[in-house]
């Protein structure tokens, strides 16, 4: 049998190979936010204040962010950092004390807060989907990952396998992907004694807006945000239970009375992946 005896060319092309190789071994390997911590305090005594202030600051009143301000603001990007630390020492066992309503609010704000540090991280970019690559490398998805007691939770496993388990629908319209297509980002932070109110209110909101919801009366038509075709099994089983679900957010009587009708038809309007900034940046 001959032995193959390689070429300048074919060994150019081995040492170009294997240096590939080696960076995709690198690219997407997580990046950690927060520590393992080990000692840990129960869920419903995390302080959501930090969050708070932050929002307050740099989000208005459309969901709006300043993602420039804040990026170049040192001192508040490590407040930002500082709080993740501090959800961090949440525990995630069940406990006596940790109702539904801490749980919601500690995830919601969890999600919000990783996706604000991931964007600050890849500042200046134009959309999440920036970074969200469909072959390999760092997927923001998927390898930015928030320590939270003894385990790590991407923003795909905070969505999938928390936030959605908890057989609440309204997450859909209060976790933000820092797109123009998603939920208003509250600019306050979720709070376990008003988070009910806080879900409502901005489910109202999503449907108030015309990139989300629009309602052909002569048609019998529902344009509908892509995020109730993605998720529309969180809302219902079918068509019907889909719109009765959701029409007592809807912005009229006569779209909530075509609902609970199961009148209309539906179609999902484009979803608009732009980084949802401050006009100005």
């Known amino acids: 049998m ?136 760092y997927h923001i998805w998927h390898d930015l990952k928030l320590h939270v007691g003894q385990q790590s939770f991407s923003l795909d496993e905070i969505e999938h396998q928390v936030l959605r388990k908890m057989g609440e629908p309204r997450i859909h319209f209060a976790i933000v992907c820092a797109s123009i297509g998603c939920p208003r980002l509250l600019n306050e932070a979720y709070l376990p004694d008003r988070v009910d109110e806080q879900l409502t209110a901005n489910a109202k909101d999503f449907f108030s807006r015309s990139q989300n919801f629009r309602h052909d009366v002569s048609g019998k038509r529902f344009y509908l945000s892509a995020i109730l075709k993605w998720f529309g099994e969180d809302f219902g089983d079918g068509h019907s239970e889909v719109l009765r679900r959701i029409a007592g957010w809807l912005p009229d009587s006569t779209a909530e009375r075509a609902a609970l009708g199961n009148a209309v038809s539906i179609s999902y309007l484009d979803y608009n992946w732009q980084l949802n900034a401050q006009s100005a940046q």
Request: glycine share 6%.
């Open 2 to 137: 001959n032995r193959h005896v390689p070429t300048a060319m074919t060994l150019a092309a081995v040492l170009v190979f294997g240096i590939a190789a080696a960076e995709q071994a690198v690219a997407g390997t997580p990046v950690y936010v927060g520590d393992a911590k080990a000692a840990l305090v129960p869920m419903h005594t995390i302080d959501h204040s930090l969050w708070h202030t932050l929002l307050a600051k740099y989000v208005d009143s459309d969901g709006r962010v300043d993602y420039k301000g804040w990026h170049a603001s040192g001192p508040d990007q490590a407040l930002l950092d500082d709080y993740l630390n501090h959800l961090s020492t949440a525990s995630i066992a069940a406990d006596v004390n940790t109702t539904q309503a801490h749980r919601l609010a500690f995830w919601i704000n969890a999600y919000n807060a990783l996706t604000i540090k991931g964007i600050l991280r890849e500042y200046p970019t134009t959309s999440i989907r920036n970074h969200t690559p469909k072959l390999w490398g």
